[in-house]
C-alpha cells in the first residue's frame, strides 16, 4: 500500500465545471504539497500547506492532519487546467513521498 | 534568475555506460533533491542534500552517486547504466534544509539505457 494515495486515477470534465482530487496518507506529515505537471513533463508547485486552506485564483486546496486528508478543487474549470495533479507528504522533515497523480482532462 | 537548470535534456546510452546528470540552481537554496519519474509510479527521491558537503540517500539510490560541493550544483552520477535506469529524473531544489517549502523542479532529463 502505497503511503500517499490519490483518487481518481484520472478524471474528465466539461469546461466550468467543479473539481475536486483527492489525497490521503497513511502516516503523519509534517507538510503536504500538490503539485502539477503538465504535458512535456514540467512540475510546478501549486500549494504546500500544514493546516487549514489555502486559495490561489480558482484553486483551493485543504487539508485535515487528524483525519490525513487533503483535497485539490479547482472552481470553473478550463481546457488550460489539463494536466496531472500530484500531491507529496513530507516524511521525517526530509523527505517527500509522492501520489502517483491524477490526469485531468478538461473539454470544452 | 535561471532558477533550476537541468543537461542534458535528453541521453541514450548504452548498458555498462556511465554519465553525469547535472543539476544546478542559482536561489541560494540549501535543500536539493534527484527524483525519478516512471510510467504509474510516483516520483522517488533518489539521493538528497540538505547543504554544501551533506547528501543522503532516499528510496532508490542504488547505482546512483551525488555529491555536493558548492551550495549550486548537485550532479547525479550513473556509475553503470542499466536499462532498470530509464527515467524521466527530476531536480528539485527548496529554501531551508528540508522539502517543507515550497519545491522548485528543473525541466528533467529523459534518459534512455539500451
Known amino acids: 500500500k502505497n503511503e500517499v494515495e490519490q483518487s481518481p486515477q484520472n478524471l474528465t470534465a466539461q469546461e466550468g465545471e467543479f473539481i475536486t482530487i483527492n489525497c490521503s496518507y497513511s502516516?503523519?506529515?509534517?507538510?503536504l504539497h500538490w503539485l502539477q505537471q503538465h504535458p512535456g513533463g514540467g512540475i510546478v508547485s501549486l500549494f504546500m500547506?500544514?493546516?487549514g486552506k489555502k486559495k490561489h485564483g480558482r484553486l483551493i486546496a485543504t487539508i485535515n492532519i487528524q483525519e490525513k486528508h487533503s483535497s485539490l478543487h479547482i472552481t470553473a474549470s478550463h481546457p488550460r487546467d489539463s494536466a496531472v495533479y500530484i500531491c507529496?507528504?513530507?516524511?521525517?522533515?526530509?523527505?517527500?513521498?509522492f501520489g502517483t497523480g491524477t490526469r485531468l482532462q478538461v473539454f470544452p | 534568475n535561471a532558477g533550476v537548470t537541468q543537461t542534458p535534456k535528453f541521453q541514450v546510452l548504452k548498458t555498462g555506460q556511465s554519465m553525469t546528470l547535472q543539476c544546478a540552481q542559482d536561489?541560494?537554496?540549501?535543500?536539493m533533491s534527484w527524483y525519478r519519474q516512471d510510467p504509474g509510479m510516483g516520483l522517488r527521491l533518489i539521493h538528497y542534500?540538505?547543504?554544501?558537503?551533506?547528501?543522503d540517500q532516499g528510496e532508490v539510490p542504488n547505482g546512483y552517486n551525488v555529491s555536493r560541493s558548492t551550495t549550486e550544483d548537485f550532479p547525479l552520477r550513473l556509475l553503470s547504466a542499466a536499462p532498470s535506469q530509464t527515467s524521466v529524473y527530476f531536480c528539485?531544489?527548496?529554501?531551508?534544509?528540508?522539502?517543507?517549502?515550497?519545491?522548485?523542479f528543473g525541466p528533467g532529463t529523459r534518459l534512455l539505457v539500451l
Open positions: 528539485a531544489s527548496s529554501y531551508g534544509t528540508g522539502p517543507k517549502e515550497t519545491q522548485y
Open positions: 502516516v503523519g506529515i509534517s507538510a
Open positions: 500547506l500544514s493546516s
Open positions: 507529496a507528504g513530507c516524511y521525517n522533515t526530509d523527505k517527500l513521498i
Open positions: 536561489m541560494n537554496h540549501e535543500y
Open positions: 542534500s540538505v547543504g554544501a558537503g551533506i547528501t
